[in-house]
């Protein structure tokens, strides 16, 4: 069974920083590209970032410059460093992995207060 746990999300004031973590179970998580989506109220579901098995990554342009993603793959984890957050960074923020199948996380919320 596949599991992915998202954690690290809060209330962060305008500026400051989070990491947010997604641990994987059930995959073999070194073949599988990892994303990271967010989704505010009333809005879709976007890509933020992914990372191929291979370390390649991908940004949206909204956090380019101020998100990183990275992974552990003796960890089976990935992770989003997100660096002077923005109010419009508000969103629950998803987890994905996929390799012709996605899995999704549960989700955790970030809430930026301006």
């Known amino acids: 069974q596949v599991h992915l746990v998202e954690s690290g999300g809060g209330l962060v004031q305008t500026g400051g920083s989070l990491r947010l973590s997604c641990a994987a179970s059930g995959i073999i998580f070194s073949i599988f590209s990892m994303g990271w989506y967010r989704q505010a109220p009333g809005k879709q579901r976007e890509l933020v970032a992914s990372?191929?098995?291979?370390?390649?990554?991908n940004y949206a342009a909204s956090v380019k410059c101020r998100f990183t993603i990275s992974r552990d793959n003796a960890q089976d984890t990935v992770y989003l460093q997100m660096s002077s957050l923005k109010p419009e960074d508000t969103a629950v923020y998803y987890c994905?992995?996929?390799?012709?199948?996605?899995?999704w996380g549960q989700g955790t919320q970030v809430t930026v207060s301006s």
């Open positions: 994905d992995a996929a390799r012709g199948v996605v899995y």
């Open positions: 990372i191929t098995g291979g370390g390649s990554t």
